[in-house]
């Protein structure tokens, strides 16, 4: 009932910036909190930054200071501008939404976008 599709990944060096862009279609009205997770090789998927509809944001203690989250509900965007990368941020970056269904909190999921920082 919503489709996420995630751009702006890439391959930057230790100390560069990107900035990730998740656009949500479908039913965009249910969806309160959006956020980004990234997943390492071998690695469990880890929670990187929460944005509530409302704006209230969470970081992962590992990015906080570097990452930003915002969003843009007007275009059903949430974004991620990473700064000062490291070589531990590289993953597959992944976009949640949780979508209202009025019961229960649905977890919808982007394709994912590779991050790749090199040292």
């Known amino acids: 009932q919503v489709q996420l599709v995630e751009s702006g990944g890439g391959l930057v060096q230790t100390g560069g910036s990107l900035r990730l862009s998740c656009a949500a279609s479908g039913r965009t009205s249910r969806v309160n909190a959006m956020g980004w997770h990234r997943q390492a090789p071998g690695k469990q998927r880890e929670s990187v930054a929460v944005i509530s509809s409302g704006g209230t944001t969470d970081y992962a203690v590992s990015v906080k200071g570097r990452f930003t989250i915002s969003r843009d509900n007007a275009k059903n965007t949430v974004y991620l501008q990473m700064n000062s990368l490291k070589p531990e941020d590289t993953a597959v970056y992944y976009c949640?939404?949780?979508?209202?269904?009025?019961?229960?909190?649905?977890?919808?999921w982007g394709q994912g976008t590779q991050v790749t920082v090199s040292s």
């Open positions: 949640n939404a949780k979508y209202d269904s009025g019961r229960v909190y649905i977890d919808y």
